[in-house]
């Protein structure tokens, strides 16, 4: 099980994430939403180590992760909202050099490497630099670098990000598979609708702070929502969305 206690991130004494807790078991995929600057990607970047908490911890399988952070980079696979990858590298070279630093047998390494390439429509593509992949390409690229060593937590971030429609069917899917092979799965995504398919349990952010934790069936029953957009709009969102988008139309129109 991952657990997340206390987390609080605070940049000049401004809490940028303010006291989160949560836990994910096996099986489980943990939809994390709120709006921009809300405090997803910097929960996100403390759970994979890439910023320090200010407080709080995180405990897998019942140890604190700062104990032993690269065995706990080990069993973790990680996309990132921004593809940021070596350019100059084919699609195959970045996934090779991400299994051998992973020291994933060659022979294994190579076949799975194929057969992602194939299942993302990329193996034509496979000995072009990444600079001149889309930024779908980028990210299907992420995606398997992420999952090449079986991980046993997956976090994504905003990872329909340049998807086109196909892959992005083929990723809902996989994340199901993850689930049901016993992957802890954090999802860290704005698309509610997608969250709304795919994850068992949804945490809501408001500036930095949980306003909601509960599975859908369960926040759409408390609100009387019919849909996760529409509970996210009764917990976070205070503007009258209706009336800007006529504002906008009107200042264009005029």
């Known amino acids: 099980m991952l657990e997340v206690f206390h987390l609080t991130k605070r940049f000049h004494r401004k809490p940028a994430v303010d006291d989160v807790s949560f836990s994910i078991r096996p099986g489980d995929v943990l939809g994390y939403v709120g709006p921009n600057g809300s405090g997803k990607s910097t929960t996100v970047k403390m759970l994979t180590g890439l910023l320090d908490p200010t407080s709080g911890q995180v405990f897998y399988r019942g140890r604190n992760v700062r104990d032993d952070l690269t065995g706990f980079k080990q069993v973790l696979g990680y996309v990132p909202e921004e593809p940021f990858v070596y350019p100059y590298l084919t699609g195959r070279e970045y996934l090779q050099l991400t299994g051998r630093l992973r020291s994933i047998p060659e022979k294994a390494l190579c076949a799975k490497i194929d057969a992602l390439l194939d299942l993302f429509s990329l193996y034509e593509h496979r000995y072009s630099p990444i600079a001149a992949y889309s930024k779908g390409m980028k990210q299907k690229i992420l995606i398997g670098a992420a999952l090449l060593h079986d991980p046993e937590v997956v976090i994504f ?66 609100l009387s929502s019919p849909s996760l957009e529409s509970v996210f709009a009764q917990l976070v969102v205070r503007e009258d969305t209706g009336k800007i988008a006529r504002n906008m139309m009107g200042l264009i129109a005029g």
Do not use: W
Request: charged share 25%.
């Open 157 to 222: 971030d905003e990872p329909l990000s340049g998807l086109d429609v196909t892959t992005a069917m083929i990723f809902k899917n996989l994340v199901r598979e993850l689930s049901g092979k016993g992957k802890i799965i954090l999802y860290s995504s704005h698309v509610l609708e997608v969250v709304e398919k795919v994850c068992t349990r949804v945490l809501i952010l408001r500036c930095g702070q949980v306003v909601a934790h509960d599975s859908v069936e369960n926040l759409r029953t408390l």
